[in-house]
């Protein structure tokens, strides 16, 4: 097993894994410059020969190179990939009491619309909202209606 960055040659087989996800979204475009870190891991093919190995022969291998530990080198085949994208999370910060709901929603309005067009004109290409529970049901729909879509798909976060 190894982990590298990921290079142009790896396009195919990263297509191969894609369609065979079978989630029906479309093949991210790599040269995206969103993409700020791009890292596969490579498998050595199955070879037979290999098979009775024990785990601490696989260990000592996995720290040699090919060449080292058998003097010719192993063909690898990319297994996995993490494809990291850059998005941008979006806060509102507005004072409760003031205006009218409709004056606060005529500024939201025309702030919205500016901070689309400021992430448009930045290169990204989406923006993600995480709505507190009290109010994400109401604002939500609001939302719903400028174009923004609840993703069916659980979101999870990761602090680094």
Known sequence: MRIREYTPNDLDALRRMHAAQGFGYPFP????????????????????????????????????????????????????????????ETYLLHDP?????????QRFLALHEAARSSAAARGLDDVQAFLPPRVARAFGRRLARLGWRQDPWPCFSLQV
């Open 97 to 105: 009491a003031a205006g009218t709901p409709r004056q606060r929603w």
């Open 29 to 88: 475009d790599l040269e995206s410059p969103l993409f700020v870190s791009k890292l596969v891991l490579e498998d050595e093919l199955d070879d037979p020969a290999k098979e009775n190995e024990t785990a601490e022969g696989r260990e000592v291998a996995h720290r040699n190179s090919p060449l080292q530990s058998s003097g010719v080198a192993s063909p690898n085949r990319v297994a996995m990939a993490i494809l990291l994208r850059l998005t941008a």
